[in-house]
């Protein structure tokens, strides 16, 4: 019998619920957990009534937004520089549900709105065949199930020394398949050995990977990926003659020309317990002293529901089972004036494409937020360890095959931190005086684990007006069995018989600005030397360059961008309607994504491209275009799983056949940034985290640096590190730590710290 959890719930059958009034303090607050139970109730209620739809599994709800310019009515916010917000309109809350008809097939889309207190189905649809909604956090852990009841891969498993209750898996979506029907809800499986509790079950590869159909939970194929071996001139030579998938009515085994790989059996844990079980030499550092964050009058923040403010920031911060965090309507308080700056900001898409192009490993190319959804995977976090300080959190909720409620109580973090120096100077002749003010953020974060990686989001808002988005990569490399002694062209060796393929990590930030009202544009800025010659009169010396703006005009001709990097590309969102009052430039913020930049490298037509349109440029600028179900969303298509092209609802689409003007429009943004992962022996067992920043930097936005009011902090808690300015051998401080010596005078007298002198 499968997990109850993840039985179906008869439409036939039901609990009667009483739905509760709904009151929300903002238009786009996430739905409650009563609400999502009350909307499965109501879809419920019109199945039942108005289908021939006998039982439901419910994948995903989630609010359906306003229209953009009722809420920013609602908010008092301008759509232009000094104008004023337009009044007021009736905001009809609404959601939106995918859901399966497991007995029939098919997936439907259903949208509701509340009326009179009530939950109402407006529109119940049957989406197109082939596309499938995103697998649930259920359906990954049946996977597990799936493969460990299934007779033939207990068979397999044990012909390498693996018990049943010892076989654990991974499920992931297919990538793409075309062996199989479009219609079939399909995950892959990858497998691992686990051999005691807790044990790190990732050191344990299996080399088979089953497939399952998800509604019927039965395994349906088992792929054997082939191995390398060196031939006689030194060069490496696959065990079979193509990289191409074998007809389903080919044995997977046979075809895979090679002998049964069984898994390493040698440890490598991360649990402290179970490290010191494995290695009795191994040692914890004992030479780190507690470093504790302290706020002894509070936090500088404060929250109303889901309306966060910080010095001169206000924003919304939301749950997104999507997404994981969502921030809307963020605005900027410039000495009295509310400037508004994004109406939404969210890591709209990722997908992680492996290299090794011998089948089945070119299905691995998973889209954590189109294909499993960020939120869902959001851990709980811990206070004192996932974020330190004062914190507070903010819960997230989505819904069950049931129609109930998962809520996930400490889903996103709110806490501040310092952040070095946020501006300084020493007026270095004698007698000088100087200043120190240091910098501090406000952090929004959450963690997700998605099977072995961990992603961290984190959005940064800084006293100067800068907004920063910091992706942090962690967690246990994906791996595979290799054999002794086995070539690895496309990855690296970690540990014995363990693989770890070569991969990149590229997210879609999607970008939704209203800087200084709705009408935005983004001008595309090259930095080129000036074509005059060394010794010319314009150039003599020949160092002249000049900064040469383009503002983009057509969608289609122009929504799709390339970095130069020979010409120190760069872009700013600007509102050309307000200038800067000395350097008569538009008002605008700066997209600072340089070091975030990487190609795709998979073939421009190939499976992942086609599917992952966004990744071939770093930036696409599109018109939005609202209708009954929102605005444009999703680069990669609002149905994600299997896809087998470019969904006509993807942001490379939406570009290719736009028409009209991006320039002083609504317009939305993609930028697509990433990293490159060749993976070391180093990211073994647990990889130290990689960092990816995108940072927004305002650009003739304020009339001078906004952070000249923020004060010197002479923090009375700083002192020398040793007593007596001497080292812990005894050695004299170096630099003026005893008092004396002070660069320029920065360290005051005795010791104590002087921040303004």
């Known amino acids: 019998m499968a997990p109850t959890a993840l039985s179906v719930t008869a439409t036939t059958v039901h609990t009667a619920v009483t739905a509760k009034p709904t009151k929300f303090k903002h238009p786009l607050d996430p739905l409650t957990p009563d609400e999502i139970k009350a909307v499965s109730l109501a879809i419920r209620h019109h199945t039942t009534t108005n289908t021939p739809i006998k039982a439901v599994r419910f994948i995903t709800t989630n609010l359906l937004p306003p229209p953009k310019k009722a809420v920013l009515a609602a908010l008092g916010i301008p759509l232009t520089p000094g104008g004023q917000p337009e009044p007021p309109i009736p905001i009809v809350r609404k959601a939106e549900s995918d859901f399966l008809d497991v007995v029939n097939g098919g997936t439907y889309n259903a949208i509701l709105s509340l009326q009179d207190g009530g939950w109402k189905v407006d529109t119940c649809e049957l989406v197109a065949e082939g596309s499938e909604p995103q697998i649930t956090p259920e359906e990954l852990s049946a996977c597990e199930y799936v493969v460990r009841r299934d007779p033939t891969v207990q ?64 395994v349906i194929q088992i792929d054997f990926p082939p191995t390398y071996k060196k031939a006689a001139d030194g060069s490496t030579e696959l065990s079979v003659p193509t990289t191409e998938a074998f007809p389903l009515s080919e044995d997977s085994f046979i075809k895979s020309n090679r002998e049964r790989l069984p898994p390493p059996l040698k440890p490598f844990e991360f649990l402290p317990d179970l490290l010191q079980q494995s290695d009795p030499t191994h040692k914890p550092r004992d030479d780190i002293k507690p470093l504790h964050v302290l706020q002894p009058e509070g936090v500088s923040f404060k929250m109303d529901g889901h309306v966060l403010e910080w010095q001169k920031w206000k924003m919304h911060v939301a749950f997104s089972p999507r997404e994981g965090i969502a921030l809307s309507t963020v605005t900027y308080n410039d000495d009295g004036e509310i400037r508004p700056i994004f109406y939404r900001l969210s890591i709209a898409e990722m997908v ?76 270095y002749r004698l007698g000088g005086r100087h200043q120190t003010v240091r910098s501090r953020r406000l952090v929004i974060s959450m963690v997700c684990t998605v099977a072995n990686y961990e992603y961290i989001w984190n959005y940064y808002f800084y006293q100067d007006g800068n907004i920063e988005l910091e992706i942090r990569l962690t967690g246990i490399l994906q791996v595979y069995v290799a054999g002794q002694d086995e070539p690895n062209p496309y990855g690296t060796t970690v540990a014995p018989s363990v693989s770890a393929h070569n991969h990149q990590h590229l997210f879609s930030i999607r970008v939704d600005p209203i800087l ?60 050309s309607a307000r200038t800067h009052y000395a350097s008569g430039k538009p008002a605008s913020y700066n997209i600072m994504m340089k070091g975030g930049v990487l190609p795709l490298m998979a073939h421009t037509d190939s499976w992942i491209a086609r599917r992952a349109s966004f990744a071939h440029k770093p930036l ?62 180093e990211d073994w067992p647990v990889m130290p985290v990689e960092h990816v920043n995108l940072l927004f930097k305002p650009n003739n936005f304020f009339s001078k640096n906004p952070s ?21 051998n005894g050695a004299n401080g170096a630099n003026g730590a005893n008092g004396t010596n002070g660069a320029n005078g920065a360290n005051g007298a005795n010791g104590k710290a002087c921040c303004s002198h």
């Open 352 to 427: 992680v494409p492996y290299g090794a192009p011998e089948f089945p490993h070119p299905r691995k190319f998973a889209f954590d937020s189109g294909e499993y959804g960020m939120g869902t995977q959001a851990n709980e976090l811990s206070l004192g360890c996932d974020c330190l300080g004062q914190i507070h959190y903010l819960p997230g909720a989505y819904v069950t095959h049931a129609g109930t409620p998962f809520v996930i109580k400490n889903a996103i973090c709110i806490h501040e931190e310092d952040a070095g120096v946020l501006w300084k100077h020493t007026d």
């Open 155 to 218: 068979a397999l498993a044990k012909e390498v020394g693996v018990l049943p209750e010892q076989i654990y898996a991974d499920g992931w979506a297919i990538g793409y398949d075309d062996r199989f029907p479009k219609s079939t809800r399909l995950q892959q499986a990858f497998l691992y050995a686990r051999f005691s509790e807790h044990e790190n079950l990732y050191a344990h590869p299996l080399d088979f990977i089953p497939v399952i159909d998800s509604v019927t939970e039965k």
């Open 620 to 681: 696409w600028v599109i018109r939005d275009k609202e209708g009954a179900d929102g605005g444009r969303m999703w680069p990669s298509g609002k149905y994600v799983p299997q896809t087998r092209d470019e969904p006509k609802d993807s942001v490379g689409k939406w570009v290719k056949e736009g028409e009209g003007s991006i320039e002083n429009e609504d317009i939305v943004l993609y930028l697509t940034v990433g990293t490159t992962h060749i993976p070391r022996p």
């Open 708 to 728: 000249m009011d923020v004060p010197g902090t002479n923090d009375p808690l700083s002192k020398p590190a040793f007593s007596n300015g001497t080292t812990a």
């Open 516 to 575: 200084d009202g709705l009408y935005n544009s983004v001008i595309e800025s090259d930095i080129v030397p000036l074509s005059a010659p060394t010794g010319s009169k314009e150039n003599f010396a020949g160092n002249g360059f000049v900064v040469q703006d383009t503002v983009l005009k057509s969608q289609v001709e122009d929504g799709a961008r390339d970095f130069d990097w020979a010409r120190e590309r760069r872009w700013r969102i600007a509102n």
